[in-house]
């Protein structure tokens, strides 16, 4: 991913455009695409800047509230399959593929196996 652009260009390009030139001219002038130069119009106009917004982060768990439940599926059912317990998840009302399980299971310590009574 690219780091934004520098405040002062986003300054000037907004600048040109609140004086009245059209946002295509303004787009070659400064050398940015047009849909930039109308995006950073807008952000100026509904927040008063042409800073760019936060880029990146942390996302939470989508698990994370239905810990309990997975667990005690896990205890109740040694043989549950990565694809049952999606399925009984999405019958609570989540949405998810069978690899956020598995993910979700390797990060909290939470392993079982399918066949419990082999060796």
Do not use: Y
């Not at 300054?11 to 455009?17: D, H, L, N, Q, S």
């Not at 946002?23 to 050398?31: T, Y």
């Not at 989540?94 to 690899?99: A, G, L, P, T």
């Amino acid at each position: 991913m690219t780091r934004p652009l520098s405040n002062d260009l986003r300054e000037r390009v907004v600048a040109a455009v609140s004086a009245g030139a059209a946002c295509r001219s303004v787009a070659a002038r400064f050398g940015v695409s047009v849909s930039s130069v109308v995006k950073w119009s807008q952000r100026h106009r509904v927040t008063g800047s042409v800073a760019p917004g936060k880029t990146g982060g942390h996302r939470k768990p989508v698990l994370e509230p239905h810990r309990a439940f997975i667990v005690e599926r896990i205890e109740q059912t040694p043989d549950l399959t990565l694809h049952r317990l999606k399925d009984e998840l999405a019958a609570r009302g989540v949405k998810i593929s069978h690899n956020t399980v598995w993910t979700f299971l390797r990060r909290e310590g939470l392993r079982f196996k399918k066949n419990a009574v082999r060796p």
